[in-house]
């Protein structure tokens, strides 16, 4: 409920609002059908750059001082599918704006679970093998160009799973998440 502004030790809300609510979370999440894409690649470290054995690369000095020590790189990227985009833009459509929210939320937060869902699926499948992994960083942050998105998701192959870019470098459907994570011996 956070993510809709409000937070239930603070906010007081009736219970026709709460009920709406819930009603409007559990028909967003009949909509949310998550899938991901995952690949992985030895790497080198460079001073502004990470080169992939099998020939990505990426041009950034913070995800070069990130990965510094790593041995190997994952690439996520998942989504929800559209559903639930389409339903919200019909809500907006309709002027109905509190369902329109609601369906958008929810579809926030199920893209984030999804990533930390396979982010935790590379942990412990790097930590049974001794060893451990950087932080998630993805296309846009710090110095990684957005506009690299474009080889990234081609890399990952993740036009299978639904993914496309605007003409802006922006993920269709909008609730989909990219990243990489490092992998280091311990």
Known sequence: MIRLGYSRLLTKIDAKTENLIKENLSAAQKLIKPQAALAFDGIIVKQNEVLCSGGFRIKSGAVAKLFDGCFKMYGIAVTIGKDLEKQRDIFVKEKETFKALIFDAAGSVAAEEAVTSANKQIKEYEEKNGNIITKRYSPGYGDWALESQKDFLSWLCAGKIGITLTETFLMKPEKS?????????Q
């Open 177 to 185: 998440v990219s990243a990489v994570v490092g992998v280091k011996r």
